[in-house]
């Protein structure tokens, strides 16, 4: 079965730092992978996705992600924090074979110090 | 576009009470999936539905809750009765196959006292 473990349920980083916030994932098949960003009382919203592409996905905000099979990891990580980076991200993993099913992550709270 | 809607945004309602949440997803979308989130569980997938037709419910906690998509633009899910323990935030997402990402809803704040 295709899941996701999110190391770390909390982070806090310096204002200006590196963010690194680390997912693995299990899968079978080549997976489609996901980062979605939660900021409070807010819906989810995609961050970035991996379908098969680049293994170095761009996405909004100044984030990316690198897809390794090796490592089974897929890390999301930005140069410099900004203090409007402090939210919940969730790492997640499509179920394809079951028609577009998403299996989310626990979800890791990023904290920015100023 | 204006995105996923729910209503409402908030609700309060008192043990026993039927509850019923709304959503309108994407115009063009056909799949539609309805999410709980709560400190103890995370997110969790209750029931999604492709053109209209429900394809896995096995995230239905209980025979309380039922969801319905009548039509392309609508969907409700339902707890009858509600309880406490189902306070939580209901998501609402539609997304197309070819899309592989959801657009979420800003979700319904659900407190059962």
């Known amino acids: 079965a295709q899941s996701v473990t999110q190391l770390g349920s909390h982070v806090s980083v310096s204002e200006g730092a590196l963010v690194l916030l680390r997912c693995n994932y299990s899968s079978s098949v080549p997976p489609y992978l996901f980062w979605y960003v939660q900021y409070p009382n807010q819906g989810l919203q995609l961050l970035l996705k991996?379908?098969?592409?680049?293994?170095l996905v761009k996405g909004i905000n100044g984030f990316e992600a690198e897809f390794k099979k090796s490592e089974t990891s897929f890390h999301l990580t930005k140069p410099s924090a900004h203090m409007s980076d402090a939210a919940e991200y969730f790492c997640?993993?499509?179920?394809?074979?079951?028609?577009?099913?998403?299996?989310f992550g626990s979800g890791t709270r990023l904290s920015i110090r100023p | 576009d204006a995105g996923v809607i729910q209503s409402p945004r908030h609700e309060v309602t008192e043990m026993g009470q039927e509850v019923t949440l709304r959503c309108k997803p994407i115009s063009g979308h056909d799949y539609l999936f309805w999410y709980r989130q709560t400190m103890m569980r995370g997110l969790e997938l209750l029931i999604y539905f492709n053109n209209n037709v429900p394809i896995d419910d096995s995230g239905m906690p209980e025979d309380r809750f039922s969801a319905k998509m009548p039509n392309a633009s609508f969907s409700t899910l339902k707890i009858q009765p509600s309880e406490p323990r189902d306070s939580a935030v209901y998501f609402c997402?539609?997304?197309?196959?070819?899309?592989?990402?959801?657009?979420f809803g800003s979700g319904t704040r659900l407190t059962v006292v």
């Open positions: 991996y379908t098969s592409a680049a293994t």
């Open positions: 997402a539609s997304s197309t196959r070819e899309s592989y990402g959801y657009t």
């Open positions: 997640a993993v499509m179920i394809y074979s079951s028609a577009s099913k998403i299996i």
